[in-house]
């Protein structure tokens, strides 16, 4: 049986190295932990559906020690504001955490309060109560449970105001995702038009470069053309000169 817990999921994606004219960076962002709908998943999943219902939940944690010990074990978790439980109807195993504020950092906000953790509510029983989320659903475990045998009774509750603030930061995270793509497609855009400008410009001067290659053939074939011409006319003898030599 797996334990499920709910987590933050941190994406970061490193820099990438480009040429000058693209330089890309995506920041470090938290990834939506929550599904788009989840009042509907909450109501038609099977899972939830069984686990929304009472049933027989039971402490799992320290299952190779004495009953005693983990009897005092079980209660100082609660204090402490941590529990693991199993709903055995389903084998569902969870990591519980009594926090008066589960989703801060502050640890001040770490400790639980009578809401969360409440030993004096009946005789022999503590009752207690989580938020977290579970496959992508904000959901709120009640319960309580005997202290002796150190089983009881819980079930799941759809989180109708957590819901609406995780609703929130995934529309952030995706429009955020979003600009980010946008921002990175016109980064490519001018970048492939620099590269289109850079060849264009390589191509003209080529070409340049062929014509004036061709000048100067062309030019070294006229100056030998010309050299030759010079020097066949000084050695050829005048006409003129020939026939006054006779006379």
């Known amino acids: 049986m ?8 941190t994406l970061v994606v490193p820099t990438q190295r480009l040429p000058s004219s693209v330089f890309i960076r ?32 039971r402490y799992t944690g320290f299952r190779d020690r004495s009953l005693e010990e983990r009897q005092v074990r079980f209660q100082t978790g609660c204090r402490e504001g941590h529990s693991e439980i199993a709903f055995i109807g389903t ?43 579970l496959n992508g659903v904000c959901v709120i475990y009640k319960g309580w449970m005997d202290l002796d045998r150190l089983d009881g009774v819980g079930c799941l509750e759809f989180d109708v105001e957590r819901a609406q603030v995780e609703d929130a930061n995934m529309r952030d ?18 970048h492939r038009e620099e590269l289109e400008r850079r060849a264009e ?28 011409l010079a020097r066949r006319q000084t050695h050829e003898p005048s006409p003129s000169g020939t026939s006054s030599s006779n006379d």
């Open 2 to 9: 797996d334990t499920l817990t709910a987590c933050d999921v």
């Open 26 to 57: 995506f920041e470090e962002y938290t990834m939506p932990r929550v599904v788009p709908n989840q009042k509907e998943k909450f109501e038609s999943d099977e899972l939830f559906r069984k686990l929304s219902r009472e049933c027989e939940v």
């Open 91 to 133: 084998g569902t195993n969870l990591h519980l955490q009594f926090a008066a504020n589960a989703w801060s950092d502050n640890k001040a906000d770490k400790i639980p309060t009578k809401e969360f953790v409440d030993f004096d509510k009946e005789a022999g029983k503590v009752h207690l109560r989580s938020q977290f989320i």
């Open 173 to 190: 995270a995706l429009e955020q995702t979003q600009r980010r793509l946008r921002e990175f497609e016109e980064r490519q855009r001018i």
């Open 201 to 228: 410009a390589e191509a003209e001067d080529n070409d340049m470069q062929l014509v004036l290659e061709a000048c100067v053939s062309h030019l070294g074939d006229l100056n030998s053309n010309v050299t030759h």
